[in-house]
């Protein structure tokens, strides 16, 4: 036996993988994992788009399997489908069956001691500290300095985003005129204009 990529439409995963099952009589195995949108959780493919066909080298057929309704094409290396080794797929099963009995996949990329930034709420532009959890969750706990106090606050994870340090300037002001000769600071006039002078007369100071 061996496996087989097949590309098919975005969203028609499941549309796909049926037809192969009931059409064609093939094994296929689409990896869903637990996602949550929109504040609901349900399952989704974990690679939009591709599916992976079990059968017989001898039983496979290329153009049958693109001929069913959801199907894009068998993916191929050099004109020969692409096969993928048994162990690969073992693995994905149980990394996807662990992440499924875990809740599913994070709502966020932030790990526990990420700087992270306010986006939204009174608060917006203050830095925090992300605590966690790193499980898919809506509420998320920060570390938040607010006057002159470290807090604990929970707070909606969509208000969060990554704070990206501030970046140093790379170009200096330059010293030199080029060649090694430095740039003198220009010395000003006091005088070099007719209110400067007529100022300092009326104080009582000497003009020039």
Known sequence: MSV??????TGREVLAATMLEQHLELQVYLPQVRQRRRGRAALAPLFPGYLFVTSEPA?????AVDAQPGVVRVVTVDATP???????????????????????LPTHSFKPGDAVRLRAGPLAGLEAVF???TTPSERVEILLEFLGRTQRVRMEVSMLEEAIPAQRDLHPPRRTRGHGRQIKARETNPYRNGEAKAAAQSSGLPGR
């Open 4 to 9: 087989y990529v097949v590309q098919v439409k």
């Open 59 to 63: 039983h496979f057929v290329s153009s």
């Open 82 to 104: 692409c096969v993928v080794a048994d162990a690969v797929v073992t693995a994905l099963q149980a990394r996807v069956a662990a992440v499924n009995a875990a809740g599913g």
């Open 131 to 133: 605590v966690g959890p």
